[in-house]
């Protein structure tokens, strides 16, 4: 019984010197970690999927000491909501960072049931934020908005002439315009004229301007239809109808 009350007592020695240890050995680790502050330059307030975005800031302790060879995140909090770290880089000799943000539209969960194939703009918090280490506590900047504006392509087709008889051969001219009206290329074009495919018939002469010479226009309803392809763009179809009457008569060359 004496050596299991010496075995209990020895016990409880180490524990209450175990604990004491361990109480001792918290401060000491937190007080080795400097306190840190994050800063970032100028955000954008809207951008455009595909823009590359350059952030920049520094990452000092409190008392100005630059850090320099540690990482920074730029995150972007959603609505969702959820937390995505778009972009890292790390710290500079002067605590600086320069951060490259390739934009990009965040992926939303839909319905099964929906069958929209537009793209919605998307509104955003952005900040940056120092994870800390061993030697510098964590650090972040205050969020701001931003959105991210989804970019679109317009299609326009015209004629090279107003009438067309039966016979006659229209020359198409088809163009995409962005948002802000200038001429873009679409990924891929679908094309048909009278159902039948014509997008390698299509020949280039600048970015976002294209010409087709139809086939001999035959009486009645000619239909020409163009529908740009681009990633993260909204797209406008256009659908013409071009309006031959037989020979001697005159058509009308429509838009629908």
């Known amino acids: 019984m004496k050596m299991l009350s010496y075995a ?4 409880g020695l180490m524990l209450v010197l175990s604990t004491v ?23 954008p307030t809207k951008v455009r999927p595909g823009d590359k975005v350059t952030f920049t800031g520094m990452l000092t302790t409190v008392d100005g000491e630059p850090i320099n060879q540690v ?29 490259v943000w390739g934009v990009q539209l965040i992926p939303i969960q839909r319905a099964s049931s929906d069958v929209t194939k537009s793209v919605d703009t998307q509104v955003v918090s952005l900040f940056a934020q120092f994870e800390g280490n061993d030697d510098f506590g964590a650090s972040k900047t205050g969020k701001s908005t931003v959105t991210i504006e989804v970019n679109s392509v317009k299609t326009f087709v015209n004629s090279d002439k107003k009438i067309y008889n039966e016979g006659d051969r229209a020359l198409i001219f088809i163009g995409f315009t962005d948002a802000d009206d200038e001429f873009v290329d679409p990924d891929w074009i679908q094309s048909t004229f009278n159902l039948e495919p014509i997008t390698d018939q299509l020949e280039k002469k600048k970015v976002g301007s294209y010409t087709y010479l ?27 109808t071009i309006t031959v009457k037989s020979t001697g008569s005159v058509g009308v060359f429509e838009f629908q």
């Open 8 to 11: 209990a007592v020895l016990l």
């Open 71 to 99: 990482p920074v995140n730029i995150y972007l909090l959603t609505s969702d909501p959820q937390l995505i770290v778009a972009a890292t880089g790390v710290t500079g000799i002067e605590g600086t960072y320069e951060i």
């Open 21 to 43: 240890l361990i109480t001792n050995n918290v401060p000491a680790i937190a007080a080795k970690q400097k306190a840190t502050t994050v800063s970032i330059d100028e955000v």
């Open 214 to 240: 139809t086939a001999p226009l035959a009486r009645g309803h000619n239909q020409i239809t163009v529908i740009p392809h681009k990633e993260g763009y909204n797209i406008q179809t256009e659908v013409v």
